[in-house]
């Protein structure tokens, strides 16, 4: 009787320990579903984020150029408070294209703000439509003009493509082709580096940049890349249908490209360094170019 008792109990212990062990496995496999239900909301708000800040346009002749050049703006919020001049602009715009508005405290819209000048005020602007090729070429014939574009080579700072898009334009070049990897796209600093020329200048992304100017030559196009080691950029014949290419910070131009480009360009220089920040480069080229073809 005593060993029956014995492992009646000892049934009853193991019994308790299988319920236990049940029991913790279930457990587990709730905490374990609930993590990763947290971690897919957050992957999505992490995603839903890169996408407003890819599209975020700060600051009030910004989003002024957003409205004036068709750009539609999805959502506006304007810092609450007294409001006057450009302010007032912005507004205007916005109740002329039919833009809601939503007012929030500077503190709302710093934490909003990727650059940290919104100036009291932040659009969101439906998806940037990145150009075609055919786009662009087709923007240079409807002028009467030929193709003049600057192809980036892996620039990676927003500052430099900004600035690089609005020399672009005050130059009257037809496009800016940038690579799909590696490179930085139109995120909001780029949008307010460029001082709205993002809006007029066609923007087209590549997923190869040799084979792009490989394709660009069958159509009658010449290359010409910036390198400190080239022929100076006055002795080179730049006119006619010519592709700039600038290369990244730093490493510059690639092999690759270099190698497929019909001419290297050099920028004469006098001082004691000897490198120029990619969209300064981009600029004295640029403007070499646009002599060439004004003269």
């Not at 005593?2 to 109990?9: G, P």
């Not at 049940?22 to 993590?35: L, M």
């Not at 493509?161 to 672009?168: C, D, H, K, M, S």
């Not at 069958?218 to 249908?241: E, H, I, S, Y």
């Amino acid at each position: 009787m005593r060993d029956e008792r014995q492992n009646e109990r000892y049934g009853d212990r193991r019994g308790d320990r299988r319920k236990e062990y049940s029991a913790g496995r279930r457990e587990g496999r709730a905490v374990e579903k609930q993590d990763r239900r947290q971690s897919r909301r957050q992957d999505e708000q992490d995603r839903e984020r890169t996408v407003d800040r890819e599209r975020m346009v700060e600051g009030r002749n910004a989003v002024i150029e957003a409205f004036r050049s068709g750009r539609t703006v999805e959502r506006l919020y304007v810092q609450s408070g007294p409001r006057e001049g450009a302010m007032n602009t912005v507004l205007r715009e916005a109740e002329k294209h039919g833009t809601s508005v939503r007012y929030l405290p500077k503190e709302k819209l710093d934490l909003m703000s990727e650059t940290g000048r919104h100036q009291g005020v932040v659009a969101i602007l439906a998806a940037y439509h990145y150009a075609e090729m055919e786009d662009v070429l087709a923007r240079a014939a409807d002028r009467g003009e030929e193709p003049f574009l600057i192809l980036l080579d892996g620039i990676e700072d927003p500052h430099n493509l900004g600035a690089i898009i609005r020399t672009a334009n005050l130059v009257g070049a037809h496009g800016v082709i940038i690579p799909e990897n590696r490179a930085v796209g139109i995120t909001a600093t780029v949008v307010k580096a460029s001082a709205g020329a993002v809006h007029y200048t066609p923007v087209v992304k590549v997923t190869n940049m040799v084979r792009t100017i490989e394709q660009l030559k069958q159509k009658g196009l010449w290359f010409v890349c910036a390198d400190m080691d080239g022929t100076t950029m006055t002795q080179l014949n730049m006119r006619g249908p010519i592709g700039l290419v600038i290369g990244a910070e730093g490493s510059g131009v690639s092999r690759l490209v270099r190698e497929n480009c019909d001419m290297v360009a050099s920028i004469p220089q006098k001082g004691e360094i000897d490198s120029l920040n990619a969209s300064v480069a981009a600029g004295v080229l640029a403007y070499e170019i646009l002599r060439q073809r004004m003269g």
